[in-house]
């Protein structure tokens, strides 16, 4: 379905192996596309805030994003640091609507690579343009948190799944 | 969520700026941000927006500065203050002079979503308010009484005089006059005018029951009577009541109500207290009260009562001017209730709804109207949408004098309208020869549309 189209999937720092499988996995299975497990880059020292202890996300996408990922036409990024952007407290992914990098962080999963997978799977929804959806299940749904997450489902809902078809057919 | 809300974000930090912006475009709010106070201002005279996050520490013009201005020009948008971590004071202050809520940075992406809900929730009920009070006052509006004769101007200016005082007020008219809308008038120029006004027509109560209504009733007055029930005395509590058809209301009723008038007390049936009540009272009738004293069938001390203050409205077929305007007004309102494209009548038909008698009066004029709308296939109304109203009611000038050959040239001008001008069919309904109607119509110089 989606020959052509090829997803990069980059530790940031040390990430255990497990959750690049399980997050190729994913998509294979939710959008038939091949994933391609890139070389770790190193931690991401860069996007510390000292105030907050914590990962500038948008320093870190800015950065990733002057990276080119021969072969892949979208990238997401994994790290296990706490990410934050400055408004808000945390975030579990963040990426930009219709950008090349997305980015997932493990901090607060509780090691769980399913969950790993459905906030790689959410952000992969807003590089493609996608919207938070409103669907109870769907995986576009927003989670404030990993209650939330652990409510929705890994799949996108048939409007949702057809919006990223529709955007991977024009990428490829 | 509503997503067709409008944000505005104004942040002088352009990551924030982004950082919001990201995230209201990913839930599908239409965003737009501004750097500063006078770039918002900008924005917000060529666009709407809906609600409007404000930093609070920004270079020139501040967010509190922005809010006073917002919500003195801008009503209906809603103002999120964004302020750090250690001013809550500001954000307080904020609030108390307008900010819908305030967040503290950084704050949880779930505090916005919990923001954006309720502001919307809040925005919900406030288009339903609006929506209803419109409802309200365009049944209680002053204005919804048309007409502009002279008669109705004496009425208007009346309606002024009367809602200043708090006496009783007898409204006079025969059917359809529209005399609960003259005591709505009254009621929403009164200083009554945020409390109930409480109409109760007379008539369409048995004495038993319309005693009840009034009063109330203690529980186990009477056979049914489960609980307490408070009556429409009660229940005006410091508004106006209405009372329609007060000539049908029996002696024993009369002496009741006198008995309240004076007192401004009732008691519940099966009762013993006695309540004090506070009400206006208007009442309204379409009967001679006075023929009625004569005949001994009302009490002339009630009368006198009741009658501190009477208006009469007259019927529409002596306000003739004011059957054009009413046409008109109706027309609008059930072709747009209809969404039916009709804007006028021809002038053929505003002159045979002008001569027409009305005994139904507005009432009458409306429901004509209505009926004609809805069956109307044209955009223009004729005297064909009206054939309906000739049978029971043929036109005539009631209360004007007509000579016989008068009155002979309408109603032969009336067959050939409702026959097309067919001249055979006409001659036969008027029970003459073509060759006599042919004569008649030369006489009366009448002629083919």
């Known amino acids: 379905m989606s020959h052509g189209f090829c997803l990069g999937i980059l530790p940031v720092g040390e990430i255990e192996p497990l959750y690049l499988k399980i997050i190729a996995g994913s998509f294979l299975g939710e959008l038939r596309t091949k994933s391609l497990i890139l070389p770790p880059l190193p931690h991401p020292n860069y996007a510390f805030d000292k105030r907050r202890l914590q990962y500038n996300a948008g320093t870190m996408i800015n950065?990733?994003?002057?990276?080119?990922?021969?072969?892949?036409?979208?990238?997401?990024?994994?790290?296990?640091?706490?990410?934050?952007?400055?408004?808000?407290?945390f975030v579990l992914g963040e990426a930009r609507m219709g950008g090349t990098t997305a980015l997932v962080s493990l901090y607060r999963l509780q090691k769980n690579p399913t969950r790993a997978a459905k906030v790689a799977l959410h952000e992969f929804g807003h590089l493609m343009n996608i919207n938070h959806c409103h669907e109870k299940k769907c995986v576009m749904k927003f989670s404030k948190d990993i209650e939330q997450l652990d409510s929705i489902s890994s799949i996108f809902c048939n409007y949702c799944l057809d919006q990223i078809r529709y955007a991977m057919k024009q990428k490829r | 969520m509503d997503q067709q809300m409008k944000i505005l974000i104004v942040d002088d930090e352009l990551v924030v700026r982004e950082s919001l912006y990201h995230w209201f475009s990913r839930q599908g709010y239409h965003t737009r941000s501004a750097k500063n106070g006078k770039d918002?201002?900008?924005?917000?005279?060529?666009?709407?927006?809906?609600?409007?996050?404000?930093?609070?520490?920004?270079?020139?013009?501040?967010?509190?500065?922005?809010?006073?201005?917002?919500?003195?020009?801008?009503?209906?948008?809603?103002?999120?203050?964004?302020?750090?971590?250690?001013?809550?004071?500001?954000?307080?202050?904020?609030?108390?002079?307008?900010?819908?809520?305030?967040?503290?940075?950084?704050?949880?992406?779930?505090?916005?979503?919990?923001?954006?809900?309720?502001?919307?929730?809040?925005?919900?009920?406030?288009?339903?308010y609006r929506y209803l009070k419109g409802q309200l006052d365009k049944i209680c509006r002053f204005d919804n009484i048309i007409g502009e004769s002279d008669p109705m101007k004496k009425i208007y200016q009346m309606i002024e005089e009367v809602a200043k005082t708090d006496a009783p007020v007898l409204i006079l008219g025969e059917t359809g006059t529209g005399k609960e809308l003259v005591a709505k008038a009254i009621h929403v120029k009164s200083s009554r005018n945020n409390l109930p006004f409480v109409p109760l027509n007379c008539g369409a109560f048995p004495d038993s029951l319309l005693e009840s209504e009034l009063f109330g009733y203690h529980k186990g007055a009477f056979t049914g009577a489960s609980h307490n029930r408070k009556g429409f005395f009660e229940v005006v509590s410091g508004g106006t009541l209405f009372l329609d058809e007060i000539g049908e209301i029996s002696q024993k009723m009369q002496v009741g109500l006198l008995r309240v008038l004076q007192e401004k007390k009732i008691t519940r049936l099966g009762d013993t207290r006695e309540i004090d009540v506070d009400f206006r009272l208007l009442s309204a009738t379409r009967q001679n009260l006075e023929s009625k004293i004569m005949e001994g069938q009302f009490r002339s001390d009630f009368f006198y009562r009741i009658n501190i203050i009477s208006i009469e409205i007259p019927p529409?077929?002596?306000?003739?001017?004011?059957?054009?305007?009413?046409?008109?007004?109706?027309?609008?309102?059930?072709?747009?209730?209809?969404?039916?494209?009709?804007?006028?009548?021809?002038?053929?038909?505003?002159?045979?709804?002008?001569?027409?008698?009305?005994?139904?009066?507005?009432?009458?004029?409306?429901?004509?109207?209505?009926?004609?709308?809805?069956?109307?296939?044209?955009?223009?109304?004729?005297?064909?949408?009206?054939?309906?109203?000739?049978?029971?009611?043929?036109?005539?000038?009631?209360?004007?004098?007509?000579?016989?050959?008068?009155?002979?040239?309408?109603?032969?001008?009336?067959?050939?309208?409702?026959?097309?001008?067919?001249i055979s069919r006409s001659a036969d309904i008027l029970g003459i020869s073509r060759a006599t109607l042919h004569r008649m119509i030369n006489r009366f110089h009448m002629e083919k549309p």
């Open chain 2, 316 to 422: 529409l077929r002596e306000r003739k001017e004011d059957i054009a305007l009413l046409a008109y007004h109706f027309l609008d309102k059930y072709s747009q209730e209809t969404t039916k494209k009709i804007d006028t009548l021809d002038r053929k038909t505003l002159e045979y709804l002008r001569q027409y008698p009305w005994p139904g009066n507005v009432r009458e004029l409306e429901n004509a109207i209505e009926r004609a709308v809805v069956l109307s296939k044209s955009r223009t109304l004729t005297l064909e949408d009206f054939n309906f109203l000739k049978p029971n009611y043929p036109p005539s000038s009631h209360g004007m004098t007509l000579t016989l050959k008068e009155v002979e040239k309408q109603y032969i001008d009336t067959i050939l309208q409702d026959n097309q001008w067919n």
């Open chain 2, 40 to 128: 918002a201002l900008g924005k917000l005279e060529n666009e709407n927006f809906d609600i409007l996050f404000v930093d609070m520490k920004m270079p020139g013009m501040s967010g509190f500065e922005l809010l006073e201005v917002v919500k003195t020009r801008y009503l209906d948008t809603a103002v999120v203050i964004i302020t750090a971590y250690g001013s809550i004071d500001t954000a307080v202050q904020a609030m108390k002079i307008g900010a819908s809520d305030y967040l503290l940075k950084p704050f949880k992406p779930d505090q916005l979503s919990l923001i954006m809900e309720k502001i919307s929730q809040q925005m919900k009920f406030t288009t339903e």
């Open chain 1, 63 to 89: 950065e990733l994003e002057t990276h080119a990922f021969k072969g892949c036409s979208k990238v997401i990024a994994l790290v296990e640091e706490d990410l934050f952007i400055p408004v808000f407290s």
